[in-house]
Nanobody, 124 residues
Framework: QVRLVESGGGLAQAGASLTISCAAS????????LGWFRQAPGKEREFVAA????????RYADFVKGRFTISRDNAKSTGYLQMNVLAPDDTAVYYC?????????????????WGQGTQVTVSS
């Protein structure tokens, strides 16, 4: 079992930066890959970024490339999503998820554990 708790969301102005965190407990942190997804009001949940167990491999959705950076600190059992140059379209609930797959996946149904989400609101 893995328990994930997101934090760090809030209100930001367009162009600003924000870093959200995902604290994990339960199964050893370095045994699973992490993903970040988001869901805006009235829209389906979408993939944002993922990182493998060691942090050596990452993948991003096209709409965040160059703006967002995913990372993890296995010693702290915490994952991060640094978001730069935020835009109103980035407004959503951001979810952290964990998968036991060896390879990074962008498919939400391949993630076994989910956090409760953290709200990010970007004003124009």
């Amino acid at each position: 079992q893995v328990r994930l708790v997101e934090s760090g969301g809030g209100l930001a102005q367009a162009g600003a930066s924000l870093t959200i965190s995902c604290a994990a407990s339960g199964r050893p942190f370095d045994t699973y890959a992490l993903g970040w997804f988001r869901q805006a009001p009235g829209k389906e949940r979408e993939f944002v970024a993922a990182i493998n167990w060691s942090g050596a491999s990452t993948r991003y959705a096209d709409f965040v490339k160059g703006r967002f950076t995913i990372s993890r600190d296995n010693a702290k059992s915490t994952g991060y999503l640094q978001m730069n140059v935020l835009a109103p379209d980035d407004t959503a609930v951001y979810y952290c998820a964990a998968t036991g797959l060896a390879l990074i996946t962008v498919k939400d149904f391949e993630y076994d554990y989910w956090g409760q989400g953290t709200q990010v609101t970007v004003s124009s």
